[in-house]
């Protein structure tokens, strides 16, 4: 009874949100499309050796996207719930109530840093927009000044959380997935366009090369590992995200064209981002394993080589920024429905209004705290030598998220009704055939889990080493 009025609860507040199939894919692919894609998919690859990492991840997205993008569809469409009560509901018991907090968990953490890193693109967006941009000469230096520059920083999280509070405050998320159903595939577009201009620069095979010749003697299990905790950010997975979404999914929407969609979709994206940096890194003489400035530092110089220079700046980061506020505005989602589902029983739950204003100032405040650690003020906010955005992204991408991975996958393959996987994956012909459900629980109750293990194993004894 409990489950019902919260399920019903939450569902009347959003289910406008997605009365068409296409609505809740564009909003998975929003969520997934993000800075993942742009920002930290080339610097990791670039870290990890280009062409190793490359093969490697797509296998991961191979291994891991699909099976564990339905399982976490599957869970929230059949409890209906948040991830505070999905895990507990749909399994009848109290024993997964971890999960839920360390999905939580994870997205609090990452959505700190995200935050950030907005902040950094809306900088770049201002600087477009002012033409400063199209004549900064040391780029590096130009984003170290930026990163170290708190205040700045500070008012654009602000500015990031206040845009994206509101959003959700007015529930005018109907509009903004709207208005990406256009602004993704411009994007898209845009980097097209940038791929072609660079790709017409010299010494640009040098690049592709570096991005696309696997060296399979270079993959290592730190490689695995960061592949894997990458395709695991990069689709949204380990947080309860698509959990979240799957609560407001449509009852005959099928769960594995639609995972299918959002894989694919945000594979390309990510791929298409390393074809525009690689060749652009050697042409101008750059280091490809730059860290998290890599695309700061090069895409300003790819404009420079660009016709309107000034203006596919400005179009360029405001896509980027657009992207990344539909990226907040799901993570923010995940945080807000669980304190409304979590709060629903009491005597007085805190309502979505409230539940707003709380994740906004709690994320702000953890956003604050990795933007004043990354300037170096004050110093006790370093840790071991590592600034708090790195703590946060190891923590997340290392071990939360394939923590959380893995046991969603146990838990839907050994801890949840046989008919309640095969009613939700009925809705495709493939899932319906007795050959697609026996796959599917093959992946779920084995391979992935086996898999995530092995890696994580393998990773850390590496790591440590
Ligand atoms: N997948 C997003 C990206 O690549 C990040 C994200 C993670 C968004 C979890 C929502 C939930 O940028």
């Not at 994870?106 to 927009?129: E, H, N, P, Q």
């Not at 199209?134 to 990031?160: K, M, P, R, W």
């Not at 979240?244 to 064209?257: E, F, H, L, R, S």
């Not at 429905?337 to 805190?350: E, G, L, N, V, Y």
Request: aromatic share 12%; with cysteine; net charge positive.
């Amino acid at each position: 009874m409990q489950n019902e009025q919260t399920s019903n609860n939450k569902l009347t507040t959003k289910k406008s949100s997605f009365s068409s199939k296409l609505g809740l894919v564009m909003a998975a692919v929003g969520g997934a499309v993000g800075l993942g894609n742009i920002w930290k998919f080339p610097y990791i690859a670039g870290d990890n050796g280009g062409g190793a990492f490359l093969i490697v991840y797509l296998i991961c997205v191979l291994l891991f996207g699909t099976p564990l993008l339905i399982t976490e569809f599957i869970i929230g469409k059949q409890s209906g719930r948040s991830i505070y009560g999905a895990f507990s509901s749909i399994s009848g018991n109290k024993r997964w109530q971890w999960l839920s907090w360390s999905c939580l968990a994870a997205t609090i953490l990452v959505t700190g840093f995200y935050l950030m890193v907005t902040g950094w693109c809306i900088s770049y967006l201002i600087d477009a927009i002012s033409g400063s941009l199209v004549q900064t000469e040391d780029l590096t230096s130009h984003f170290a000044d930026l990163s170290s520059n708190s205040g700045l920083l500070l008012l654009y999280s602000v500015i990031g959380i206040l845009l994206t509070g509101s959003i959700l405050w007015f529930d005018i998320n109907k509009g903004i997935e709207r208005l990406s159903k256009i602004l993704m595939p411009l994007l898209f577009i845009m980097m097209i366009i940038m791929a072609i201009r660079v790709l017409m620069l010299p010494d640009s095979g040098i690049g592709l090369k570096f991005f696309f010749q696997a060296d399979f003697s270079k993959i290592t299990p730190r490689i695995v590992l960061a592949a894997m905790g990458q395709c695991f950010f990069s689709l949204s997975i380990g947080f309860g995200a698509l959990i979240t979404y799957g609560a407001y999914m449509p009852k005959d929407q099928d769960i594995i064209v639609t995972s299918t969609q959002v894989v694919i979709l945000d594979t390309l994206v990510a791929v298409l981002a390393g074809v525009i940096i690689f060749p652009a890194v050697f042409a101008f003489g750059l280091n490809p394993a730059e860290g998290p400035q890599l695309v700061f530092v090069v895409l300003p110089s790819v404009f420079a080589k660009m016709h309107m220079a000034r203006l596919s700046g400005i179009i360029f980061f405001s896509l980027l920024c657009i992207a990344a506020i539909t990226s907040i505005l799901l993570l923010l989602e995940i945080i807000i429905a669980f304190i409304t589902d979590s709060t629903s029983h009491r005597k007085h739950p805190i309502n979505r209004h409230k539940a707003v204003v709380i994740t906004s100032i709690g994320i702000f405040i953890v956003c604050a705290l990795c933007i004043l650690s990354v300037c170096g003020t004050p110093s006790w906010l370093k840790i071991a030598g590592k600034n708090l955005f790195e703590w946060y992204d190891m923590t997340t991408s290392t071990f939360l998220m394939p923590i959380n991975a893995l046991a969603t996958s146990l838990f839907l393959g050994w801890f949840v009704p046989k008919t309640i996987i095969q009613q939700s994956l009925a809705t495709s012909p493939f899932g319906k055939s007795k050959y697609g459900q026996q796959l599917f629980l093959f992946l779920v109750r084995y391979l992935v889990p086996f898999f995530i293990v092995a890696i994580f194993i393998n990773g850390i004894i590496q790591l440590g080493a």
